[in-house]
């Protein structure tokens, strides 16, 4: 089996991972006790899963970690919309590369069973950007 780190589709947060960034995101500058707080609300965790979570977070440039005596302090380096536009770049630039018009029709047919007006919205972009290529021809 592939280790994730390999995979492109790497990039995407672990369940445990979205869960401490849900709370960081939610409370800005926090402690592990903070989000250990939080989390241990929805379910049972120990506090040296969640510093290690945190530590990985910092180690992959989404959480800055300060040193602060007796404990680190933590801050999300990208908002919840920057990481979620980034994940979405990922994970697109990967399925397009890897698989083109099959995941054009896939997405295409995902987002008519969500919500047939976004096919009226997707139509006029793609009217759009079909103009401004003909335009530079």
């Known amino acids: 089996m592939?280790?994730?780190?390999?995979?492109p589709l790497g990039r995407v947060l672990g369940p445990?991972?979205?869960e401490v960034m849900e709370a960081v995101w939610q409370l800005g500058d926090v402690t592990v006790r903070d989000v250990l707080a939080v989390l241990k609300r929805s379910?049972?965790?120990?506090?040296?899963?969640?510093m290690t979570t945190m530590g990985r977070l910092a180690d992959k440039g989404i959480l800055?970690?300060?040193?602060?005596?007796?404990?680190?302090?933590?801050?999300?380096i990208v908002s919840k919309q920057q990481y979620a536009d980034s994940t979405c770049e990922s994970?697109?630039?990967?399925?397009?590369?890897?698989?083109g018009e099959p995941a054009v029709a896939y997405?295409?047919?995902?987002?008519e069973q969500e919500d047939g007006r976004l096919i009226e919205g997707l139509s006029?972009?793609?009217?759009?950007?079909?103009a401004r290529s003909h335009q530079g021809e």
């Open 64 to 76: 800055r970690r300060t040193e602060v005596h007796p404990a680190h302090r933590y801050r999300a």
């Open 43 to 50: 379910r049972p965790v120990a506090y040296t899963t969640v």
């Open 16 to 18: 445990l991972e979205e």
């Open 107 to 111: 997405f295409l047919d995902r987002v």
């Open 91 to 99: 994970v697109l630039d990967w399925l397009l590369g890897q698989f």
């Open 124 to 130: 006029g972009a793609i009217a759009e950007a079909e």
């Open 2 to 7: 592939t280790r994730r780190r390999q995979r």
